[in-house]
């Protein structure tokens, strides 16, 4: 597992440093006015990208994910050791769309920004810092859904 989840980080951060756009630094108030960065995705010319079934198939699994856990987020009351198996459960669909992968060049581009900005939410988790790593999946995720076609996705508030 480990092997898988470093091939996958490295497939990631290979992929966001070929491509000519990256994930910005600047500070934006995001989701319930948490600040965090803002993701900068471009739109295909002006339209939202189509990506595959493997891509759908993994959003929707971590937005699950997440949503069943937001209360608790929100609240403060999601312990370290479940935001950890939070963690693991978003990098298993990640794993799961990189190793599947067979997106157009333009579209991969453009979803591995999404999925930078996820696993960095991942690595938060992962070190206990459950707000911060939350609120920037949430935000990959409300990032994603502007910039993807994905039947009945919601955003979240």
């Known amino acids: 597992m480990r092997t898988v989840k470093s091939f996958t980080t490295v497939a990631v951060a290979l992929a966001l440093a070929l491509g000519p756009s990256g994930i910005a630094a600047a500070q934006s108030q995001g989701h319930d006015g948490h600040g965090a960065g803002a993701i900068k995705i471009t739109l295909n010319d002006g339209v939202k990208w189509q990506g595959d079934q493997n891509m759908i198939t993994g959003m929707t699994a971590i937005h699950g994910t997440m949503a069943a856990n937001l209360d608790a987020i929100h609240n403060g009351t999601l312990p370290a050791e479940v935001a950890k198996g939070v963690a693991a459960d978003v990098q298993k669909q ?36 459950v707000e911060t790593g939350a609120v920037t999946i949430v935000q990959a995720l409300n990032a994603y859904g502007e910039h993807f076609e994905h039947p009945g996705w919601q955003n979240f508030n």
């Open 94 to 129: 990640v794993d799961f769309m990189v190793e599947n992968c067979v997106l157009e060049p333009e579209v991969d581009e453009q979803f591995h920004i999404v999925l930078g900005e996820v696993m960095t939410g991942i690595s938060a988790l992962e070190a206990g810092e």
